[in-house]
């Protein structure tokens, strides 16, 4: 169960697989178009990470749904779960409350990502 959550998370942010739009669920956030290229720790760690989807659009357009959503703290623990996926099941049963904190910001992060960097 925690192996497929976490893949599930993982997933969500590094292949981006869903339909993008822009309605009052995203705060007017435009998910219709990917934003341009950025290069970052989230994008440096979705490289490294070794996987199929991997490449520099989609790990640029990820880093740059990162810059805009995620504080830079925010992205040091993000890009920390593409090396050591057992932090993510960690962080996200914390009882700590930055944790709590932090996972809330990470979903929305992960779904804004799936939706904005789709077929890359």
């Known amino acids: 169960m925690t192996r497929i959550l976490l893949g599930t998370m993982l997933c969500l942010t590094l292949a981006a697989c869903g339909g993008g739009r822009s309605d009052n669920r995203n705060k007017g956030y435009n998910t219709t178009v990917a934003p341009a290229f950025a290069a970052g720790q989230v994008a440096r760690a979705c490289m490294a990470s070794g996987r199929k989807a991997a490449n520099v659009q989609l ?62």
């Open 59 to 120: 790990c640029g357009c990820v880093q740059a749904v990162a810059d805009r959503d995620l504080r830079g703290s925010d992205q040091s623990m993000a890009a920390s779960f593409f090396s050591d996926p057992h932090r993510a099941q960690e962080i996200r049963q914390s009882d700590n409350p930055r944790h709590e904190e932090f996972w809330k910001r990470y979903k929305i992060f992960a779904e804004r990502a799936e939706q904005t960097c789709t077929g890359l």
